[in-house]
Every structure is written in C-alpha cells, then in structure tokens.
C-alpha cells in the first residue's frame, strides 16, 4: 500500500509523487516483482515496457494501491496522497469496466461526489464526451458501443475527475487507428493539464509517439528509466535491445 507516513525519513522530493522503495512482491511462492526502486515525477508521460510476463501489470496495481508489496515501500508525496472523497489515481484496463447505464450516466457517476451545481456537472460531462468524440452518443448503453468507443469513453470517464495520476494497462492493444488516435490526443492533452500518465505498451512506434520516459521492466526487476529519447537510442541493457528488436521470447511469468 502506498505509505503516507513515511516520506519526509525516505526525502521525497517536491517534484516526486510517488517512489518506490526496495518493493518486492511474492505470490505463491514466487518472485514477480524483485527489488524495485524508482520515482514517479509529477510531470510528463512514462511508457512502461518489457516482455509478457516482466511484471508490468503487476508493477501498475502496486502503484494503484491494488496490491501489497511483500517488502519494501511505496512512499507517496503529502502533497499528492490525499485523505478526501476525491480520487488521485485513476486507472483503465485492457478491457474497460462500464456501467450498465448510459454513456452520459457512466461519466455522470464518478462525478457525484464533488457536489456540482447541476450546470457544472452538465458542461463537466459534456467536456468529456466532446473530448472522447462521444458527444453524439450521451444517451447510448455504453454497453452497445463499439470497443473503441468503450474504451474512449472508460479514459473519459477516467479523465472527467482530474486525477493526478492515470494508470493505462494497455488500453489500445485492440483499437482501430481511428480510436487509438483520439485516445493518444487525450492523454496529450491531460498531461499538458498537469496529469501524470503511466501507460503500458508493446506498440514500439507507440511508444515513441507518446512517452517523455520510458520503463522498462524485465524479470521483475526496472533495468532502465530514462527519457524516451535516450532510451530508443541507447537502450542500455541486451535484454532491452533485444526486445526492441523483437528478439524477446515470452517469458512463463504469469502477470496477475
């Protein structure tokens, strides 16, 4: 869990949200995420990469709060980590999660605790539907909406909360282009409004389109995080290059 009580012995610094700390994680007896130390910093996109099976998704849900290391800290800013009704972290799936209700009353739920006039709350929604190209689809079942389409309108949804953090788990590894672009034009623009993205992907060229840092995860371990530029030039490690490369097999390492 994230550890808000700990971070002025481990410095944490004003431009860091969240570190981690000597993080590892064993379930049933194996290893899957081995002596991870790394920061998160408020700003930009970081693109988390590496094999099935590296621990990627595994290194999401740690940072989510879903799961417990086994040892070590993550270490959460007082400025970020908040005791209030209003999320910090958002998250979207591979497979978005919706409501059975409308596309309009999908994004409508997450707003309902912030106490919003009836005018806010309208044009709150309407922003974010505009912004997922969903604007002509308010009174649409998001459940018979195109895949594109649910996952567009899960990121809304994700976004319409001004979250501090957005955590993608490979959210476009089944969009037609169309879909990926208007996803990809979205987290641009919700990071230059201040948002921290961490994306998952295997999509290389993706990568490159999107990221400010690249992770990259390999057995369980961070071998590199360092801006995308320097790692697409220089990866650093044979395992990186070789995934690059597209010389990686996939790993047995099942990602919980």
């Known amino acids: 869990m994230l550890d808000r009580n700990k971070q002025t012995n481990t410095g944490v610094k004003s431009s860091e949200v969240i570190r981690f700390h000597n993080v590892c994680l064993t379930i049933d007896n194996t290893q899957l995420i081995d002596n991870i130390n790394c920061v998160i910093h408020q700003k930009g996109k970081i693109v988390v ?3 099935n099976g590296a621990g990627k998704s595994l290194f999401l849900r740690l940072l989510a709060g879903l799961l417990k290391p086994t040892s070590g800290n993550i270490i959460c800013a007082p400025n970020f980590c908040r005791q209030d009704t209003l999320p910090d972290i958002s998250m979207v799936f591979q497979k978005p999660v919706l409501l059975r209700r409308s596309t309009h009353a999908n994004v409508a739920y997450v707003l309902q605790r912030q106490n919003l006039s009836k005018t806010d709350l309208s044009s709150k929604i309407a922003d974010a539907l505009i912004d997922a190209r969903l604007d002509q689809k308010a009174l649409t079942q998001a459940r018979r909406l195109s895949g594109g389409e649910q996952q567009r309108l899960a990121l809304a949804r994700a976004l319409v909360v001004k979250p501090k953090i957005l955590l993608l788990d490979e959210v476009t590894a089944n969009l037609d282009p169309a879909s990926t672009h208007i996803v990809e034009t979205m987290l ?3 990071a230059a409004e201040g948002t921290k993205i961490v994306f998952i992907t295997h999509d290389v060229r993706q990568a490159k389109r999107i990221a400010d840092e690249i992770l990259f995860i390999h057995q369980g371990r961070v071998i590199a995080h360092n801006p ?7 990866p650093g490690s044979n395992e990186a290059q070789a995934y690059l490369d597209g010389r990686v097999p996939n790993q047995q390492m ?3």
Do not use: N, V
């Open 228 to 234: 995308a530029r320097e790692f697409f030039r220089d």
């Open 49 to 51: 990469m590496g094999p």
């Open 254 to 256: 099942k990602e919980m």
């Open 188 to 190: 641009h623009e919700a």
